[in-house]
């Protein structure tokens, strides 16, 4: 296969490009791979976390871990209670998160205050 001058040129950049976007990448990779500790921000206001509730991020993980979660987060509730799918909470309580919970432990749904 024989190169003609027009062709080594486009060829010359498209490889300069790529070499440029690939240390690019792996000079970012570090700050790139800390994205997954960033908490999920309430709509509308950026870099706030929710500590009145609810609780999206603690669907699909353990009650234990989402009970530190909802800890972290604020010192408010003195109760959280756990529950089985079919069971609800009896009345209100403002101080109270209810987590409802699979046979496995797991939280089912998203947990809120009351």
């Given at each position: ?6 062709a080594?040129?486009p060829?010359?950049i498209?490889?300069?490009s790529?070499?440029?976007a ?7 990779g570090?700050?790139?791979s ?6 999920m921000?309430?709509i ?12 999206p ?12 979660l ?11 209670e ?10 209100f309580n ?21």
């Amino acid at each position: 296969m024989v190169f003609t001058g027009k062709a080594v040129l486009p060829l010359l950049i498209l490889f300069g490009s790529i070499m440029a976007a690939t240390l690019y990448v792996r000079k970012r990779g570090g700050e790139m791979s800390q994205a997954n500790l960033v908490r999920m921000p309430i709509i509308g206001e950026i870099n706030k976390v929710n500590r009145e509730g609810p609780w999206p991020e603690c669907v699909g993980i353990s009650f234990k871990e989402c009970s530190k979660l909802i800890e972290s987060y604020t010192q408010e509730f003195a109760e959280i209670e756990i529950y089985d799918e079919g069971e609800e909470p009896k009345g209100f309580n403002p101080k109270r998160v209810a987590l409802k919970v699979d046979e496995s432990g797991i939280v089912t749904t998203i947990p809120h205050k009351g």
